[in-house]
T-cell receptor, first 118, second 112 residues
Framework: GAVVSQHPSWVICKSGTSVKIECRSLDFQATTMFWYRQFPKQSLMLMAT?????????EQGVEKDKFLINHASLTLSTLTVTSAHPEDSSFYIC??????????????FGPGTRLTVL | KQEVTQIPAALSVPEGENLVLNCSFT??????LQWFRQDPGKGLTSLLLIQSSQREQTSGRLNASLDKSSGRSTLYIAASQPGDSATYLC???????????FGKGTTLSVSS
């Protein structure tokens, strides 16, 4: 159990377009989901914390109007990159924390989404 | 603010060797610490999770230790294999329900 999926796994888009990335917990409910970004040969950097039914909390330096996060249900969070530019090209990874029965705050990670903006 | 550091950044060993990856963190008031494996272009695979009250966790050839007082964790890999080649990430959380703070990782290469 504790599987997290992301869709799409990769996407290529033109500069100025918007891209939506979905993060789903397939076999558990997640009150909290986290969105991370990873640039080449760098580690994961937290972008925002998403709680079901409330506004996301963004890390310093992350533009909330550019990276729209919606956590509409206990199994789905979406990240929309609005007006994407080449510098937004990165690997986006989500993680989910179980609503109940969680073990020591363990987080389960999705497989990531590779975004390339031309 | 919690900071996580991993040393070395890269490591190359021959097959069969035992090795240790190091992770240090600045704030000893951690809630838990996790070790992950990441293959090139892929997501994260959780290897071991150590609760703050624990000293170590073991899974197969892997053993992770935690020393809060010194702000260190180690990942011990026994009898390394070429399939162990990957980047290993250490991450700490300071409170239940909070995000993980990641180190930059150690890229391991095991040659046959």
């Amino acid at each position: 159990g504790a599987v997290v999926s992301q869709h799409p796994s990769w996407v290529i888009c033109k500069s100025g377009t918007s891209v939506k990335i979905e993060c789903r917990s397939l076999d558990f409910q997640a009150t909290t989901m986290f969105w991370y970004r990873q640039f080449p040969k760098q580690s994961l950097m937290l972008m925002a914390t998403s709680n079901e039914g409330s506004k996301a909390t963004y890390e310093q330096g992350v533009e909330k109007d550019k990276f729209l996060i919606n956590h509409a249900s206990l199994t789905l969070s979406t990240l929309t990159v609005t007006s994407a530019h080449p510098e937004d090209s990165s690997f986006y990874i989500c993680s989910a924390r179980k609503a109940a029965g969680g073990f020591y705050n363990e987080q389960f990670f999705g497989p990531g989404t590779r975004l390339t903006v031309l | 603010k919690q900071e996580v550091t991993q040393i070395p950044a890269a490591l190359s060993v021959p097959e069969g060797e035992n090795l240790v990856l190091n992770c240090s963190f600045t704030d000893s008031a951690i809630y838990n610490l996790q070790w992950f494996r990441q293959d090139p272009g892929k997501g994260l695979t959780s290897l071991l999770l150590i609760q703050s009250s624990q000293r170590e966790q073991t899974s197969g050839r892997l053993n992770a230790s935690l020393d809060k007082s010194s702000g260190r964790s180690t990942l011990y890999i026994a009898a390394s294999q070429p399939g162990d080649s990957a980047t290993y990430l250490c991450a700490a959380s300071n409170q239940a329900g909070t995000a993980l703070i990641f180190g930059k990782g150690t890229t391991l290469s095991v040659s046959s």
